[in-house]
């Protein structure tokens, strides 16, 4: 299904290069957030949107900045990639207060 | 803040056994507890949840278990099949807060 899209879905970048990640949803949530996923750790929060107003940091938001352009529409960029962000990222969004929809997913590896 | 316990890590299980997964929380105001499967290269998707004023909840072949006094849940899949081979994660949401999340448990049903 892609009511939670993300792009691109797989990325390879160098160390220092700046990169966007996009999330866009059909679902009509408020609420939209990052994660990545790293073997072992499970899901950690990046950056959470409860509106095109509101941004708030996770538990891991240093080297990492979002963008609320609209209901549907939050990205993720990498100011200057590091190797050790290499990840699975992922987007969900989740409204009524229940459970996440998630993306994809958006493969990244800086070399 | 919540704090989140998800074991095992890895459960290899044959085709037919059951299987459990158990999750402790931390904080005793969360009410609300989603499971999620991840499959190989695929998004996590809620599969079941329960709220704190249930003691149980199931769904065909998988089931949900809550034990408010003890602060802990658990999945329960009876007569596993290989496709449900896959990372389950927990999550612990208190009201309108974010959820935190379990590390995972990658389930193995060998045939």
């Known amino acids: 299904d892609a009511d939670v899209t993300q792009t691109p879905r797989n990325r390879i970048t160098k160390t220092g290069k700046r990169i966007m990640l996009e999330c866009s949803q059909t679902?009509?949530?408020?609420?939209m957030y990052w994660y990545r996923q790293d073997p072992g750790l499970g899901l950690r929060l990046i950056y959470y949107s409860f509106d095109v107003k509101d941004i708030n940091k996770g538990e891991i938001s240093d080297g990492y900045s979002v963008s609320r352009q609209a209901q549907a529409k939050f990205s993720l960029s990498l100011e200057s990639a590091i190797p050790n962000q290499t990840a699975l990222y992922f987007c969900a969004t989740s409204g009524g207060g229940l459970g996440y929809t998630f993306g994809s997913g958006t493969r990244l590896t800086v070399v | 803040g919540e704090n989140v316990e998800q074991h095992p890590s890895t459960l290899s299980v044959q085709e037919g056994d059951s299987a459990v997964i158990k999750c402790t929380y931390s904080?005793?105001?969360?009410?609300?507890f989603p499971w999620y499967k991840q499959e190989l290269g695929k998004r996590p998707q809620l599969i079941i949840d329960i709220r704190s004023n249930v003691g149980e909840k199931k769904d065909q072949r998988i089931a949900v278990t809550l034990n408010k006094t003890a602060k802990h849940f658990s999945l329960h899949i009876t007569e596993t099949q290989p496709e449900d081979s896959a990372v389950y994660f927990c999550?612990?949401?208190?009201?309108?807060?974010?959820?935190?999340f379990g590390r995972g448990t990658s389930l193995i049903v060998h045939p």
């Open positions: 679902k009509g949530h408020d609420r």
């Open positions: 999550a612990a949401k208190r009201g309108s807060y974010i959820p935190t």
């Open positions: 904080d005793s105001a969360s009410n609300y």
